[in-house]
Each structure stands twice: as C-alpha cells, then as structure tokens.
Nanobody, 124 residues
Framework: QVQLVESGGGLVQAGGSLRLSCATS????????MGWFRQAPGKERMIVAA???????YYADSVKGRFAISRDNAKNTVYLRMNSLKPDDMAVYFC??????????????????WGQGTQVTVSS
C-alpha cells in the first residue's frame, strides 16, 4: 500500500520560512517523480514545484527564487523549502507521486498517488 504523509505545515508570519516534508512508503521512490501542489479556498489546485527521478525540477513562476524542492532517495522523502512566504502562499499543500517526465511533470494528471495535505497559514 502506497502512502504519502506530509508534515511541516503551520502558521508563519509573512517573510518567514517553512520546510514541508513528504514521507513515502510502498513506492519505488527512486524511480518516481514527486510534486508539491497547493489549493487555497475557492481556488483551483495548482502545482508549486516538482522533481523527476533524475532531479529535473520545475517551479511555478509565483514561487521561483523562494521555494526549493529536493528529494532524499535514502529516506524516500521529498521536501519543499519555502522562504519569504507571502499571504498568497497560504493554502493546503499536497505532495504527489508519479512516473514523471520533463513534459508531464507540470500536470496533475501525471500523478498517481497523493497525500492528505498539510495546512500552511501565512499571517500578514
């Protein structure tokens, strides 16, 4: 059974930082791509960042230069370091896994497994 469990969300002041973690199990982690998505109330889910099995990365324009995705294959875990947080970053953040390629990594349809999400709240 595949499981993705996010952690690290919470309340932070604007300008602050958080690091999200997504621990996986039951997944051939080193051969799968991983992504972070977010969904704010009343808005559609959007991709934030993704990394393929070969460490090709993608970032949404709104987070470039502030967020960094990384993976630790030894720990079957993917991370999202979020710096200079803004109120607009406030959302539920989800991690997801799939057999990604450079051309598919931005699409939610490319992901097979999803976590339950972790809330990130940014106060102004």
């Amino acid at each position: 059974q595949v499981q993705l469990v996010e952690s690290g969300g919470g309340l932070v002041q604007a300008g602050g930082s958080l690091r999200l973690s997504c621990a996986t199990s039951g997944l051939p982690f080193s051969t799968y791509g991983m992504g972070w998505f977010r969904q704010a109330p009343g808005k559609e889910r959007m991709i934030v960042a993704a990394v393929t099995w070969s460490n090709i990365t993608y970032y949404a324009d709104s987070v470039k230069g502030r967020f960094a995705i990384s993976r630790d294959n030894a720990k079957n875990t993917v991370y999202l370091r979020m710096n200079s947080l803004k109120p607009d970053d406030m959302a539920v953040y989800f991690c997801a896994a799939g057999p990604l390629s450079r051309s598919t990594m931005k699409s939610g349809d490319a992901y097979i497994y999803w976590g339950q999400g972790t809330q990130v709240t940014v106060s102004s």
